[in-house]
């Protein structure tokens, strides 16, 4: 499985942003997607996971109310719709899969995009 995440960009304080994760493989339909970012200095922090199905998400409290994840199957592609951005959400985010990726056990991860929020 391969994975490809874009949509990442600067922004100010209260503004939004949308990450795509394309998924490519045998079985990339098939597999549940998390969301996990790393700032400079810090650990890494799951932020979101979908499962196989789409029909249950989990969010990390520090998101709640403000990212929204989906996927569509038909693009092979998992969204990450963040709104309400503070500087503290700047960090590289990645997608990553596995059979227990919505238990932050990760098989694959992509390479990651850059979210950077100024005050």
């Known amino acids: 499985v391969q994975l490809e995440e874009s949509g990442g960009g600067l922004v100010q304080a209260g503004e939004s942003l949308r990450l795509s994760c394309v998924a490519s493989?045998?079985?990339?339909?098939?597999?549940?997607i998390a969301w996990f970012r790393q700032a400079p200095g810090k650990e890494r922090e799951e932020v979101s996971c979908?499962?196989?199905?789409?029909?249950?998400?989990n969010y990390a409290a520090f998101v709640k109310g403000r990212f929204t994840i989906s996927r569509d199957k038909a693009k092979s592609t998992v969204y990450l719709q963040m709104n309400g951005l503070v500087p503290e959400d700047t960090a590289v985010y990645h997608c990553?899969?596995?059979?227990?990726?919505?238990?932050?056990?990760?098989?694959?991860w992509g390479q990651g995009t850059q979210v950077t929020v100024s005050s």
């Open positions: 990553a899969t596995g059979p227990d990726a919505c238990r932050a056990q990760y098989t694959y």
């Open positions: 493989g045998e079985t990339s339909d098939y597999i549940p």
């Open positions: 979908i499962s196989a199905s789409g029909l249950t998400t």
